[in-house]
């Protein structure tokens, strides 16, 4: 061993390392609890050779031996880099001797007048405990002579613990997979984890085990291990149980006793196979509140949330990308790709969605990236409506809206003259987008608001109209055939018109007496009287002479003295023709009683 | 003097305008109230201001497609259905109604398969639901009247030229006025004694008897437009636009 060193240090010196530029760190490595009495080790390590070593000082514990120095190098050499490796280590033997909880300062190296210190270390010392000997970290183990353990049930256990039991759906819960044991384990040679089922199951990075922490359980001192963590997310509500984690572990077991003089370097061991279960765990999963915002990606935990275009104008049909990114801590794998709202005259390809995400123990924390890639078909402004986001946001136990204002960019016409070669005529038409379906907007001119009549159709009153026009119609029809049947007859009709004809040329004759009597006048009263005899005797008027008149007059009743005045005017109007020099007086009689004449003749007649 | 008959003026100009603001406010303003309401979103107000013009006795076809379009927007497609289709006989082949009409048909889950009418028919139809049934039966009584007088007028005119006319005038008119009555008679059975109606119930079934314990034949949904054939007490029988017939009861359906 010490020639192995040997020839290493001298290959170190061969290849003498600077390491002057790398940081100098001083770790400890030390059991975290011991029994009274015990002897331990706390050993300090140091990347760096050449300063000066200054432990603390071991108020509490009894230095048995040390400091013990070891050296080692490494170098690799990958890919033609050089990466080399010192490290010192100080060991120092203690024993414990009193119980209680002991703060060590911490250690330090000066190099380079420069002081670099460790941790302080703390170290807990149990009292009671008479054959429960820690053997499981072999670094540790004492060399006094112990009595065969004879594993008991609560020897070794295993323990699937969770930070959290009373979770929101999608809220990140870390369960650990921990194993607790007192006697040697030479490995594990079988886990069987549960199916988590109602979780989503994500591994956490955990180193291999190769070495058992010390803890304090119950005055007791376990050998302990973390075997898995594991980040899991409830996706169902309620209560949901853990299955138990069974693993299987392989223990050592001393067969026979330990050698007088050689301890147990000469012992033999077997390899026992043991099967280990956790018991199971349950939590308590509750719903998000009720009232989703519609917007609500899925998201739980706490996120921000960045949208911008990486140009803000292009030429048209040059694709411009819309990145948006979600940052944040929560179950960032579900998140969905937002909903974007973009003007139908972009074309938009599914988004890439890339994600650089980190599981720790806080739960899932780094960014998903969206990326889209739009392509503005036509020139003009586009603006991109606002992007909205919602999560659930477990310490506030609320809904959460994360806005980004909308953008905006500009496409310009495409000057494709490149080809050299224009192709007119080749235009094509697009069919008018038709993006959804609505019934059409109200009619905002009310019209015309009637209270309907009633209606007329159903009205007798409506026939009765039809009926008296009809009615109206076939009477006038009849008066007046009537009326024609009557005209149809002449002498009738004459008798009947004689008056109204006599009577027109009476008028004449009187309005020509008022410029004084004159041939005019006499000649009117004449026709006048002639035509009325003619007319109401029947008698045309070439064959009506003084004499037949009479006797015709005679004939029908008229009164004689009526008779002689017609004759003495008559007489009075052919003499005063052929002499006018009568005076108008006269002339006024000779009306007046061809009038009365008439309408004497008139009334008996008719 | 002068004044007094100035004043009279004013009294007799103002007089119909200022009664209707002691009473209640005019149907058009409340009309324009529900636009408002409307426009804002508000469609369940809308609703019942246009229902409550609706329920005073006014009619229009604007008044019936705004509440069709209301009743629609709260989910109310039968509702919908049956004012577009009172809407549409007030004012056929409007472009508005009749979209909207086919919109709210697409959510009917009945299927209709509405047989198309010979087109004589159809045509006959439209031109009598053109105008009113009264105002059709005033133009028949007018061109009676007129027919009348064209023939008297060729009866006792002398003139060759307008006995022609007054004799071809007289014709046509006789022929107008039988057809706008009968224009008339078809406008009242589709207006006022509709025998359509629309299904309200979300489904019933059609029986093939008027009572409950009938053998069920076929199932309809709300939105469905059916024919009444027949009524016995609270039932009624009905066509489907495929022919088939049955009996379904009387609250389950609102006529056109």
């Not at chain 1, 650990?176 to 594990?188: E, P």
């Not at chain 1, 949208?307 to 794998?333: H, M, W, Y």
């Not at chain 1, 037949?548 to 007059?553: F, K, Q």
């Amino acid at each position: 061993m010490k020639l192995h060193r040997l020839i290493l240090s001298l290959l170190l010196i061969v290849l003498r390392l600077n390491s002057q530029g790398q940081d100098i760190t001083v770790a400890a490595d030390y059991p975290g609890v011991v029994r009274t009495g015990e002897q331990f080790t706390i050993t300090w390590t140091i990347n760096s050779g050449g300063g000066e070593f200054v432990p603390p000082s071991f108020d509490g514990f009894y230095k048995l031996m040390g400091p013990q120095t070891s050296y080692s190098s490494s170098t690799q050499i990958i890919n033609g880099k050089i990466t080399r490796e010192t490290t010192y280590s100080y060991s120092y033997y203690l024993q414990a001797v009193n119980s209680g909880n002991f703060v060590l300062a911490p250690a330090t190296f000066i190099y380079k007048n420069r002081t670099y210190s460790s941790d302080s270390i703390r170290i807990e010392v149990t009292g009671t405990g008479s054959n429960q000997q820690g053997r499981t970290m072999p670094g540790a183990s004492g060399n006094e002579i112990t009595e065969p353990v004879r594993e008991t049930k609560d020897d070794i256990f295993l323990n699937l613990s969770v930070n959290k039991k009373d979770v929101y759906i999608g809220e990140h819960i870390v369960a650990t997979v921990k194993i607790y044991t007192k006697v040697d384990i030479s490995g594990i040679s079988e886990i069987k984890y549960p199916g988590f089922e109602g979780f989503l199951r994500t591994d956490l990075n955990t180193p291999p085990l190769t070495s058992l922490q010390r803890e304090n359980v119950n005055g007791t001192i376990y050998g302990t291990g973390i075997i898995q963590q594991f980040l899991i997310y409830p996706q169902v509500s309620g209560e949901i149980t853990i299955d138990p984690v069974q693993i299987k572990v392989l223990i050592q077991q001393k067969s026979g006793r330990s050698d007088p003089f050689f301890g147990d370097f000469f012992a033999t061991y077997t390899t026992v196979p043991r099967v280990v279960v956790s018991p199971a765990v349950k939590i308590k999963s509750r719903p998000l509140p009720e009232t989703k915002p519609d917007d609500f990606s899925g998201i739980v935990g706490k996120i921000s949330l960045a949208a911008s275009l990486d140009k803000d104008s292009v030429k048209v049909n040059d694709a411009v990308n819309l990145k948006i990114i979600l940052s944040g801590t929560g179950n960032l794998r579900l998140a969905n790709a937002p909903d974007l709202k973009l003007p139908p005259d972009i074309e938009v390809y599914d988004p890439k969605i890339s994600d650089d995400l980190k599981n720790t123990t806080e739960g899932t924390s780094g960014r998903k990236i969206f990326e889209y890639l739009l392509i503005p078909r036509h020139h003009g402004e586009y603006s991109i409506p606002p992007v909205s986001f919602s999560y659930f946001d477990v310490s506030t136990k609320k809904y959460e809206k994360l806005t980004v204002p909308g953008l905006h960019f500009y496409a310009s016409r495409s000057d494709q003259p490149g080809t050299g070669i224009t192709v007119f005529g080749g235009v094509s038409k697009e069919d008018v987008k038709y993006l959804g379906r609505d019934i059409r907007f109200i009619d905002q001119n009310p019209g015309s608001l009637n209270k309907p009549m009633n209606i007329l159709t159903s009205k007798r009153s409506f026939y009765t109209a039809y009926a008296g026009a009809f009615i109206l119609f076939l009477a006038i029809l009849f008066v007046r055939r009537e009326h024609v049947r009557r005209n149809s007859d002449i002498a009738v009709v004459r008798n009947r018109k004689a008056a109204k004809v006599a009577g027109k040329r009476l008028k004449t004759a009187k309005a020509c007496l008022k410029e004084g009597p004159s041939d005019t006048f006499y000649d009117e009263i004449l026709k006048a009287i002639w035509g009325y005899l003619s007319d109401k005797l029947n008698i045309p008027v070439s064959d009506l002479t003084r004499n037949r008149a009479v006797e015709s007059l005679r004939e029908r009743g008229i009164a004689e003295e009526q008779i002689d005045k017609l004759v003495s005017v008559l007489d009075a109007c052919e003499y005063a023709r052929y002499a006018p020099s009568s005076s108008g007086t006269e002339a006024a009689r000779l009306y007046e009683d061809a009038s009365d004449f008439i309408s004497y003749v008139e009334n008996p007649v008719r | 003097m002068k004044h007094i008959k100035i004043i009279l003026f004013l009294l007799i100009f103002f007089l119909p305008t200022a009664r209707p603001a002691f009473a209640q406010e005019l149907p058009a303003e409340k009309f324009s109230r529900g636009v408002e309401y409307y426009k804002s979103a508000n469609f369940k107000e809308a609703l019942d201001v246009w229902m409550d013009i609706y329920n005073t006795g006014y009619r229009s076809a604007a008044l019936y497609y705004n509440i069709g379009n209301a009743c629609f927007k709260l989910n109310n497609v039968p509702g919908a259905i049956l004012f577009y289709e009172r809407a549409k006989l007030l004012k056929p082949g409007d472009d508005n109604i009749e979209y909207n009409l086919q919109i709210a048909r697409t959510m009917v889950v009945d299927k209709t398969e509405e047989i198309p009418g010979l087109f004589f028919v159809k045509w006959f139809d439209f031109i009598s639901l053109l105008v009113t049934t009264n105002n059709w039966a005033m133009i028949s009584l007018a061109a009676f009247i007129f027919a009348l007088i064209s023939s008297s007028i060729y009866l006792y005119s002398s003139s060759y030229r307008l006995k022609i006319i007054s004799f071809w005038l007289a014709l046509a008119l006789f022929v107008l006025s039988a057809c706008t009555l009968s224009f008339s008679f078809r406008n009242r059975s589709l207006v006022h004694n509709s025998r359509s109606a629309i299904i309200f119930s979300p489904s019933v079934n059609g029986k093939s008897s008027p009572d409950a314990s009938g053998t069920d034949l076929f199932i309809l949904h709300e939105g469905s437009k059916v024919t009444i054939v027949d009524e016995v007490g609270q039932w009624y029988e009905i066509r489907l636009s495929d022919g088939n017939k049955g009996w379904v009861p009387s609250d389950c359906l609102s006529k056109i």
